[in-house]
């Protein structure tokens, strides 16, 4: 497919459309070509290619620059293209998508011979998820298939929560992105495997092991946990969002105690640093020397806000970002396992 032009003759890749629906048939037009699209969800904003397509997909790889073993998320535009997509499908996983479908609950089930090793990292399993965010829905609906998408950021930076933070990050590597407004959730799906032979949570997100009991009678493992159910020499399948390091800033993160937050930023501060402090509950000193984020002190709104803030301090040319810590209520969950990550990927390639 030509490359898009205006009509100065300058190229339109990676501009921001309105999702009306002549912008999501045009969209829908581009993913069938074989090109790359931004796509908003519920989570963050997606990089979406045809997931049939095994050369549209490797575009997603190269312009996050993602290695290729690292498998991307199906998502569909119903429950009912399952089959399609998954070679089998236990009683529970079936229970759970009319639970949380649509939503942000991805399912990590044994895949069918259709699914390209280009979406599943070369694994026999592929995860799979429908979203709830309206424009995603239409997008999938007018296409009548599965489209990959992982988060549509540079590999291991800071998830994109609106359409101006994808085009910042790929700029032209995206045919178009469609503006669907800030995501409503703002942190990615929860992850759920159901390829072995008890579930087991491999990314924590929004939908909680509660949750999960409530719709099938069991609390699913969490990744790591030591459970006789599960074969020791049988690994849990690669996804996305499991390295160490990931979701990360470009500034040096720290994760600190409440009690230390204070101290340790003055501290840094009288050194000459330029330090950024992210905060949701301790008060503001009011040092001018500091640069002060105040969180909501709700985990649901926090998680909304995380990216968006990260990215806004990230821009502020500070020396650290300190992150008060987080409490250990079972709602914190994903979003301490977000800043773990940011905090471990943080500060390369400054």
Same mark, same amino acid.
């Given at each position: 497919?030509?490359?898009?032009?205006?009509?100065?003759?300058?190229?339109?890749?990676?501009?921001?459309?309105?999702?009306?629906? =002549?912008?999501?048939?045009?969209?829908?037009?581009?993913?069938?070509?074989?090109?790359?699209?931004?796509?908003?969800?519920?989570?963050?904003?997606?990089?979406?290619?045809?997931?049939?397509?095994?050369?549209?997909?490797?575009?997603?790889?190269?312009?996050?620059?993602?290695?290729?073993?690292?498998? $991307?998320?199906?998502?569909?535009?119903?429950?009912?293209?399952?089959?399609?997509?998954?070679?089998?499908?236990?009683?529970?996983?079936?229970? +759970?998508?009319?639970?949380?479908?649509?939503?942000?609950?991805?399912?990590?089930? #044994?895949?069918?011979?259709?699914?390209?090793?280009?979406?599943?990292?070369? !694994?026999?399993?592929?995860?799979?998820?429908?979203?709830?965010?309206?424009?995603?829905?239409? +997008? +999938? @609906?007018?296409?009548?298939?599965?489209?990959?998408?992982?988060?549509?950021?540079?590999?291991?930076?800071?998830?994109?929560?609106?359409?101006?933070?994808? @085009?910042?990050?790929?700029?032209? #590597? =995206?045919?178009?992105?469609?503006?669907?407004?800030?995501?409503?959730?703002?942190?990615?799906?929860?992850?759920?495997?159901?390829?072995?032979?008890?579930?087991?949570?491999?990314?924590?997100?929004?939908?909680?092991?509660?949750?999960?009991?409530?719709?099938?009678?069991?609390?699913?493992?969490?990744?790591?946990?030591?459970?006789?159910?599960?074969?020791?020499? !049988?690994?849990?399948?690669?996804?996305?969002?499991?390295?160490?390091?990931?979701?990360?800033?470009?500034?040096?993160?720290?994760?600190?105690?409440?009690?230390?937050?204070?101290?340790?930023?003055?501290?840094?501060?009288?050194?000459?640093?330029?330090?950024?402090? $992210?905060?949701?509950?301790?008060?503001?000193?009011?040092?001018?020397?500091?640069?002060? @984020?105040?969180?909501?002190?709700?985990?649901?709104?926090?998680?909304?806000? $995380?990216?968006?803030?990260?990215?806004? $301090?990230?821009?502020?040319?500070?020396?650290?970002?300190?992150?008060?810590?987080?409490?250990?209520?079972?709602?914190?969950?994903?979003?301490?396992?977000?800043? !773990?990550?940011?905090?471990?990927?943080?500060?390369?390639?400054?």
């Amino acid at each position: 497919m030509s490359e898009p032009m205006s009509k100065a003759g300058e190229s339109t890749r990676g501009r921001i459309e309105p999702a009306t629906l =002549v912008a999501i048939r045009e969209a829908a037009d581009l993913l069938r070509a074989g090109d790359v699209v931004g796509m908003p969800t519920e989570t963050v904003y997606g990089l979406a290619a045809d997931a049939l397509n095994p050369e549209a997909v490797k575009k997603i790889f190269r312009a996050k620059g993602r290695p290729a073993d690292h498998p $991307l998320i199906v998502h569909l535009p119903a429950a009912d293209h399952l089959p399609r997509w998954a070679a089998r499908i236990p009683k529970d996983a079936i229970a +759970l998508a009319r639970a949380f479908w649509p939503g942000p609950l991805t399912l990590i089930l #044994k895949r069918t011979a259709d699914v390209p090793d280009e979406v599943t990292g070369g !694994q026999d399993t592929v995860g799979l998820r429908v979203p709830s965010h309206p424009v995603a829905l239409a +997008l +999938l @609906q007018v296409f009548d298939s599965g489209i990959a998408a992982p988060s549509a950021n540079r590999f291991g930076r800071i998830s994109p929560t609106t359409a101006a933070h994808v @085009q910042e990050e790929l700029g032209e #590597k =995206v045919a178009m992105v469609l503006d669907g407004g800030a995501c409503e959730v703002g942190i990615e799906s929860t992850i759920l495997d159901f390829s072995r032979d008890a579930p087991e949570i491999l990314r924590p997100g929004a939908i909680t092991p509660d949750d999960i009991a409530r719709v099938i009678g069991r609390r699913p493992l969490m990744r790591g946990e030591a459970s006789s159910a599960l074969d020791a020499g !049988q690994a849990a399948p690669r996804v996305s969002g499991a390295l160490a390091a990931h979701y990360a800033p470009r500034t040096p993160v720290r994760l600190l105690a409440s009690s230390r937050l204070c101290e340790e930023a003055a501290m840094l501060a009288a050194e000459g640093s330029r330090v950024a402090v $992210l905060t949701h509950s301790v008060a503001n000193p009011h040092d001018s020397r500091l640069i002060w @984020q105040a969180m909501p002190a709700d985990a649901a709104a926090y998680a909304h806000d $995380l990216y968006a803030s990260l990215r806004a $301090l990230d821009t502020l040319d500070a020396d650290f970002i300190l992150i008060e810590s987080l409490p250990e209520a079972p709602a914190w969950r994903a979003i301490a396992d977000r800043l !773990q990550r940011a905090a471990v990927g943080s500060g390369e390639g400054r």
